[in-house]
């Protein structure tokens, strides 16, 4: 490989860390990661201490940008996305500095998620809550979610505030007779959309619930005129 070409590679594999720290990758011996190299090189984050979380993410997401992990076809039951990492990370807001270097990281523990939603092509990278941990583990280690969920401090839905959009598509698609059902989708509908009580967003028994006046309304009509036909 030339040496305009290795550069050009690793300035998209690690775009962040290559604005951060110029002719970076001069320094690299072979095909060695850069996580490794600061790892061992801990005086090249001087001017920026949270480079080597950087570089894991950035490697994250290089790693599923060129890997073939995917879903398979049907789905019966949760399963944890293959194309995913958790990394644990030593400093905070890292994926709001990804995308605004005006951005401060501060130090403190952490885990960050770096995935390609089902059925979607682009990266997603997000700190980790709570309520994605205790998914994982319930996946990984076969927990029963009220165990989880009570171990963890947190109420039994919010875990189900995990489950992304595609994967209840997922589950339609393969119900029988689904030829003689309709899926509605209401954009930022939570639990108890419908409820005028309740605030607009909030953490409740079964995970984030509030109040979404135009969903209510359509959601409410689209009722009404199926119980007329």
């Given at each position: 490989m030339s040496k305009h070409h290795f550069e050009t590679d690793f300035r998209k594999r690690y775009p962040v860390c290559s604005e951060l720290l110029l002719d970076l990758e001069k320094y690299l011996e072979g095909n060695e990661a850069l996580s490794e190299f600061l790892y061992r090189h801990p005086e090249w984050c001087h001017?920026?201490?949270?480079?080597?979380?950087?570089?894991?993410?950035?490697?994250?997401?290089?790693?599923?940008?060129?890997?073939?992990?995917?879903?398979?076809?049907?789905?019966?039951?949760?399963?944890?996305?293959?194309?995913?990492?958790?990394?644990?990370?030593?400093?905070?807001?890292?994926?709001?500095?990804?995308?605004d270097r005006s951005v401060i990281p501060e130090p403190g523990e952490g885990y960050v998620l770096v995935l390609i939603?089902?059925?979607?092509?682009?990266?997603?990278v997000r700190n980790a809550e709570a309520r994605d941990l205790l998914a994982l583990k319930i996946l990984t280690d076969?927990?029963?979610?009220?165990?989880?969920?009570?171990?963890?401090?947190?109420?039994?839905?919010?875990?189900?505030?995990?489950?992304?959009?595609?994967?209840?598509e997922t589950i339609f698609d393969n119900l029988p007779h689904r030829d003689k059902l309709t899926v509605r989708i209401?954009?930022?509908?939570?639990?108890?959309?419908?409820?005028?009580?309740?605030?607009?967003?909030?953490?409740?028994?079964?995970?984030?619930?509030?109040?979404?006046?135009?969903?209510a309304k359509s959601a409410w009509k689209e009722v009404t005129n199926f119980l007329r036909k």
């Open positions: 001017s920026h201490p949270f480079l080597l979380d950087i570089a894991r993410i950035e490697e994250a997401r290089h790693l599923l940008l060129t890997s073939s992990s995917s879903l398979p076809e049907t789905v019966t039951h949760p399963v944890v996305n293959p194309a995913l990492e958790l990394l644990p990370v030593t400093w905070m807001h890292l994926p709001e500095f990804l995308s939603r089902p059925g979607k092509k682009s990266i997603e076969d927990i029963e979610p009220r165990k989880a969920a009570a171990k963890g401090g947190v109420a039994v839905g919010a875990i189900d505030n995990v489950a992304p959009l595609s994967d209840c209401y954009e930022n509908a939570h639990h108890s959309f419908d409820n005028s009580t309740i605030p607009a967003e909030m953490q409740g028994r079964f995970g984030t619930m509030g109040y979404n006046e135009a969903a």
